[in-house]
């Protein structure tokens, strides 16, 4: 891989009513403004020469992809370690919630049902490895803002937090193969001795 386009999903049903969804099996499609908005990132990369599109599991960075890179042949990657984080007893409920326990709970305490943030991070890490490791030059990724911001804030020298500023919605953001592996390795360092500053 030469280049990565990061993209968090357009605005989901579940993003709106502010609530956690982190199963995939839960059938959680986009909002008509989140289609639109996946529209205008497809315009946005209409001269963008990508060999392929890794998304998660979930309905929402699938259709996501499926707008935006309409009429187009690019091959599509599902990787489950772009998943959101398992909220666990948290799932579905405000995510308000959730940040209220994360906050109060060390990186490695998992939530019941659910995922810490060490495990969840050192899988983000683990899958944008995989994808530096690919062939394909430029590689549109469609998942969450929790891989995202961790990406990015890492990229620029910044550690895990509990609570992370959001990505916007179907905005790309560019990381060259080095930022990306860098980012990864500060990823993979916390990991193994995980600590919220």
Do not use: K
């Amino acid at each position: 891989m030469e280049h990565a386009l990061l993209t968090r999903h357009a605005e989901s049903e579940a993003s709106v009513a502010g609530l956690t969804n982190g199963d995939p099996r839960r059938e959680i499609g986009l909002t008509a403004l989140g289609s639109e908005q996946a529209r205008r990132l497809g315009e946005q990369l209409a001269n963008a020469q990508i060999e392929l599109c890794a998304v998660s599991e979930f309905r929402r960075a699938q259709e996501t992809a499926d707008i935006a890179l309409a009429g187009r042949e690019v091959p599509r990657l599902v990787l489950p370690g772009l998943n959101d984080i398992r909220f666990g007893e948290f799932e579905g409920q405000p995510l308000s919630d959730y940040r209220r326990w994360a906050r109060a709970h060390g990186p490695e305490d998992v939530v019941p049902g659910g995922d810490s943030r060490a495990a969840t991070v050192r899988r983000y890490a683990e899958a944008f490895r995989a994808l530096l490791a690919r062939p394909d030059r430029t590689i549109l990724v469609v998942a969450h803002s929790l891989p995202i911001r961790y990406a990015l804030d890492a990229a620029a020298g910044t550690l895990p937090a509990p609570a992370v500023e959001q990505v916007p919605y179907a905005e790309p953001f560019e990381l060259d193969a080095n930022q990306l592996s860098r980012a990864v390795d500060v990823l993979e360092r916390w990991v193994s001795a995980p600590t919220w500053r």
